[in-house]
């Protein structure tokens, strides 16, 4: 036997391993409806945008695997797990399958486990591009610049259209040229309801935390854009701009008047509690700027405060308790935190 056949082998026997490792003991069982159970799930769809013609994962033609896909990442795990199971058992050679577990197990946290799923199904399938698309996004991740720019460059010759691909190019750039073109190229893409919403807020957080240069005031635009045009999250892309404005920037007015405009708009996450306490916060800490014992002149502040945390400012006086420069507010609220 061949060296090249036994390396061969040898990466069909840890696919397989890995495969059935990953399988859950639950027994396989058909998945409900798309529809009533992740209606937001939609197949993204071809398009051109700034002379760039785009589709996600074009080498995966399978109508259900695309759907079941994009039930991922609507994060509508229980019934992409369903279908895993089902489908593997349906279509036992269908490799392409491999691109959805390896996904699957990123998204869940479990980086290096992702990767072994993606070198094994690359070992016996080398021409699955979209795999490779994954292993430069996971470098990406892993702040590993040059095996990122290694798998876009061989990607851009097998899969020039590739969405996925495009952005994680730009996410290269933002970090080694960022430009003022580029800032405006990623404000595009976070605006434009043709890119899926988790490609729209990547594009979003590459532009927050990736991209040097930024004033404060282009970082605030985008965030604002994000929260506009990207429902799934908003609260929480919310809440860390909020503490960003009150707790960081000191500016308990521009903090209250974000969460009042955006609050309740979208669904919610699990930031939206702190939202409340935030916004209970920022106007406490104004009605301590206006007096430093309750009185006419804050009254009302303290009023809006007592509304949103139902009287209990007890979530109020935790963080305060690690935010000294909050002190000014606990004379406001003597008597409505839980003493225990």
């Known amino acids: 036997m061949t060296r090249r056949s036994m390396r061969f082998l040898t990466a069909a026997f840890l696919l397989a391993v890995l495969l059935l490792t990953y399988g859950t003991t639950r027994a396989a ?4 409806s798309l529809s009533t159970e992740c209606p937001q799930a939609r197949d993204s769809t ?4 700034q002379g760039h013609r785009l589709t996600e994962t074009p080498d995966i033609t399978n109508p259900e695997l695309r759907l079941a896909n994009a039930a ?3 994060r509508c795990f229980d019934w992409v797990q369903s279908f895993i199971q089902r489908y593997r058992v349906a279509f036992p050679d269908d490799y392409h399958l491999f691109f959805l577990t390896t996904r699957q197990r990123w998204i869940f946290a479990d980086a290096a486990y992702g990767q072994a799923f993606a070198e094994a199904a690359l070992a016996s399938h080398p021409d699955f591009t979209s795999v490779k698309v ?14 990122a720019t290694k798998w876009l460059r061989e990607v851009e010759h097998e899969q020039p259209d590739d969405l996925w691909a495009y952005i994680d190019r730009l996410r290269v750039a933002a970090q080694l040229a960022p430009t003022k073109e580029l800032l405006a190229t990623l404000q595009a893409i976070v605006g434009d309801e043709r890119f899926t919403e988790n490609a729209r807020q990547q594009v979003a957080q590459t532009a927050r ?9 282009q970082r605030d635009s985008v965030i604002e854009q994000q929260m506009k045009s990207s429902p799934t999250d908003a ?3 919310l809440a860390d701009q909020a503490v960003s404005l009150i707790e960081l920037r000191m500016d308990p007015k521009a903090g209250s008047d974000l969460i ?3 609050l309740n708009k979208h669904n919610p996450c699990t930031a939206t509690p702190l939202l409340h306490t935030l916004l209970a916060e920022a106007y406490l800490w104004q009605a301590a700027k206006l007096a430093p014992m309750p009185a006419i002149t804050n009254a009302v ?11 209990d400012f007890t979530p109020v006086a935790q963080r305060i308790t690690y935010r000294p420069f909050l002190n000014p507010v606990l004379p406001l609220i003597e008597g409505a935190v839980d003493p225990r």
């Open 29 to 32: 069982e058909s998945p409900g």
């Open 46 to 49: 071809t398009f051109t945008f």
């Open 72 to 74: 991922l990442s609507a």
């Open 134 to 147: 994954l292993l430069a996004s996971m470098a990406l991740e892993n702040h590993n610049l040059a095996t």
């Open 209 to 217: 935390y990736e991209m040097l240069g930024l004033t404060q005031q």
């Open 235 to 237: 609260d929480c892309t």
């Open 260 to 262: 009042e405009k955006y």
């Open 301 to 311: 502040l303290i009023a809006k405060a007592r509304k949103e945390m139902d009287g």
